[in-house]
């Protein structure tokens, strides 16, 4: 969830007996620089359908902390609510969004949260997930490059970073944070063109026009998105 963001230095995965998580982690060995930055973990041996992924990616195992074996079936003898949405497996939850945490040593900004509470998702005739248009002046997004701001601050009012080095101060006017709402979008969101998270700030498509994908962040299927809301 966090492979983007400049604070992630390395993720340590820990999904090793689930099937579920091969889709989820071959978009990301093609990315040479993302790829390194995941190391597998072996707890029960590898699942058949990430036994080709070990070559990949780095792999570890911590023997005095987790288990080489699965645990054993239970049976439940008392009845269980589902939920209302539920997930074939573990991996299908995981890729859900989570909600960001407050940070306990800074304020939330009251306009940016409002500004969640009227998003709304976006998606062309496909179903795919397509980016709101922004009004932003060329002054202000040169400006705002120029700074190390806190985009989750900024934009969702709320940094769930407890020693956040990016800056939350000063406030942003809602110009500008249209600005910065664009500078975001740089980062491809992980949940790509399927994301349900009206809070999402990443981006869902490349917005560069001829774009020879050569460099480019966006994966191949995040090019040439039809951008026409229905």
């Not at 400006?143 to 985009?151: G, P, T, V």
């Amino acid at each position: 969830m966090h492979i983007t963001d400049v604070h992630c230095q390395h993720i340590i995965f820990g999904g090793s007996a689930d099937n579920g998580y091969a889709r989820l982690l071959g978009t990301y060995f093609a990315n040479e620089e993302q790829s390194k930055r995941i190391t597998m973990l072996q707890g029960p041996s590898f699942a058949k359908e990430l036994v080709d992924y070990v070559d990949k990616f780095a792999t570890t195992s911590f023997d005095t902390v987790f288990r080489k074996s699965k645990l054993p079936s239970r049976r439940v003898s008392f009845s269980v609510t589902p939920p209302l949405s539920p997930s074939p497996n573990y991996a299908g939850a995981v890729v859900q969004s989570l909600p960001l945490r407050p940070n306990p040593n800074g304020a939330s900004t009251p306009n940016a949260r409002q500004d969640i509470s009227e998003l709304t998702i976006l998606r062309n005739s496909r179903g795919q997930r397509i980016d709101s248009p922004l009004r932003y002046s060329q002054n202000d997004l040169n400006d705002l490059r120029q700074r190390k701001l806190c985009n989750s601050y900024h934009l969702l009012g709320q940094c769930p970073y407890r020693n956040c080095t990016h800056l939350h101060e000063p406030k942003l006017s809602s110009r500008q944070r249209e600005a910065l709402r664009y500078i975001a979008r740089f980062t491809p969101c992980t949940n790509g063109l399927e994301c349900d998270d009206a809070s999402c700030i990443a981006g869902h498509q490349c917005f560069r026009r001829g774009c020879v994908l050569v460099g480019c962040r966006f994966p191949r299927e995040m090019h040439g998105v039809d951008t026409i809301a229905v």
